[in-house]
């Protein structure tokens, strides 16, 4: 039976509504100026201010990142959290176009609508302030700001140093091409750069005087596809060279790769990881070069919470899936003709769909399921999962079957598509983060629910104090 929400529920949308015009101002804001990982500077400012004139108490370079922050407001119990992003990806700059075409050719571009992640979750932490603090309820309310998601980099970081240590229970949402509360887990996974170090020397006048780096990072990389044929299906192991030498008459004396590691459980992860360095130090001992093993990053799989994602399901029931006005249809209509059929299909089938599916926008919300399936993706809300009970929101903030980290979908994320997607997720998460003001004992459940996860699967941190964010 759908929770019957009081006036309370309706005071939430209102809120939001009344704070329609300044979340646009600052989605737009953010797409307009899109920065990597680590260097939203201008966003994170953006969004730690406007946090400061709503009578938050905000706390700037947290964990060592000087894009993170943490705003809080409020006194007691529960406290409620928000968690936002707002990093972008490189040389996705794009119009809200239906054709591609850069705002400035190899610029960063909101591909994963973060632009709107962080300014929805702000738009949430709002209005569940406001209705704190005009009925005169206990609670507080905090709004993380986190850095750096596209490479799983911030949130494990602030969890280790504590900010999540008092956290009640946490709400979080992605724009996307369906309306759904995602139960689904994802991959764990390590970020990892391997340096290897040789002698250079004139690669045709005495080649034997060299030992080439780049050598050592292709025995290393052929090593590690060899050993993909031993590993379980769900794996990922994907890598970049990203030094390889300057000019081919040279032997390099240094060469670098990057890869990512990813199983479902943590565990798998530091099993993989083990023997890819064994991989790597075989390939320095063949080439003797020496090697330095750098880890930046390390994330654990999603662990999602029935408890909290029943009530933001209800809670996205009574809310409604996102409005598309009548003079988005031939936009939305355009955006959809740049996919190919393939691209349609794969997508259907993966959000478990009819492939005859009749309409271009998303206007159902998709059943909770239940059947702990793996996403083949990896986020650092994952470590936050494990830390305090998490509920995870998808909305429809771009036609179905457009592919995030496409130009169609940062068009999408800049277009009314993309700012009603953005008011929906704000009521949805408000609305849920007062249902547990509202009924503590949600609450308690919540955490008994993961405090038996944790009796069959401890949770160990999996960044160590030595390590430290990847800041350059």
């Known amino acids: 039976m759908l929770y019957q929400g009081d006036n309370n529920m309706s005071m939430q949308d209102n809120y939001v509504t009344e704070m329609e015009s300044l979340l646009r101002d600052l989605a737009i804001k953010i797409w307009e100026t899109p920065e990597l990982g680590l260097k939203e500077k201008k966003s994170s400012a953006l969004l730690a201010e406007t946090c400061l004139k709503e009578g938050f108490e905000v706390k700037r370079g947290i964990a060592g990142m000087e894009t993170a922050f ?5 006194e007691g119990k529960p406290v409620i959290a928000f968690l936002a992003e707002y990093d972008a990806l490189p040389g996705m700059s794009q119009k809200v176009s239906l054709a591609q075409e850069a705002l400035e050719e190899g610029t960063p571009g909101h591909g994963c609508g973060h632009n709107l992640l962080g300014v929805g979750a702000l738009g949430a932490a709002f209005a569940l302030k406001r209705s704190l603090e005009n009925t005169g309820t206990a609670g507080t309310v905090c709004y993380f700001g986190c850095p750096a998601e596209e490479t799983i980099t911030a949130k494990g970081y602030m969890v280790r140093d504590g900010y999540f240590d008092d956290v009640d229970a946490v709400f979080d949402w992605h724009p996307a091409d369906i309306n759904t509360v995602n139960m689904k887990t994802t991959l764990a996974c390590d970020s ?42 769900d794996v990922r192991i994907h890598y970049v060279i990203t030094d390889g030498g300057q000019e081919p008459n040279v032997v390099p004396a240094r060469a670098a790769v990057w890869y990512y590691i990813r199983s479902p459980r943590r565990s798998q992860v530091d099993e993989l990881s ?24 390390k994330c654990y799989n999603m662990l999602p919470n029935k408890t909290l994602s029943r009530i933001a399901h209800e809670e996205f029931e009574a809310t409604g899936v996102p409005a598309v006005l009548p003079d988005e249809e031939k936009y939305i209509e355009g955006l959809r003709a740049t996919l190919t059929k393939e691209q349609l299909e794969e997508t259907f089938r993966y959000n478990k769909m009819p492939l005859d599916y009749p309409n271009l926008m998303h206007k159902e919300i998709l059943p909770l399921e239940e059947d702990g399936e793996v996403s083949p993706g990896s986020t650092d809300a994952g470590d936050v999962s494990w830390k305090a009970p998490l509920a995870h929101v998808r909305v429809a903030c771009k036609p179905v079957g457009v592919p995030g980290h496409s130009w169609q979908a940062v068009s999408a994320f800049g277009s009314e598509l993309g700012m009603q997607g953005m008011l929906t997720a704000a009521k949805v998460l408000s609305r849920a983060g007062w249902r547990l003001i509202e009924n503590p004992v949600l609450v308690s459940e919540a955490k008994a629910e993961l405090e038996n996860s944790l009796i069959k699967e401890p949770f160990k941190l999996a960044l160590t104090p030595d390590l430290q964010p990847p800041v350059t």
Do not use: Q
């Not at 943490?70 to 409020?74: L, N, Q």
């Not at 040789?198 to 780049?214: C, D, T, V, Y």
């Not at 023997?275 to 320095?284: D, H, M, N, Q, V």
């Open 70 to 74: 943490v705003a809080r407001w409020g």
């Open 192 to 233: 990892v750069e391997f340096i290897f170090k040789g002698r250079s020397a004139h690669a045709a006048g005495n080649p034997e005087w060299g030992r080439s780096a780049l050598k050592a990072v292709e025995l290393m990389n052929a090593g590690v596809n060899y050993m993909r044929e031993h590993t379980i299906e």
């Open 274 to 297: 083990r023997r890819i360095f064994l991989c790597a130090e075989g390939a320095a001992t063949m080439t003797e070069t020496e090697l330095e093993i750098k880890v930046t990053d």
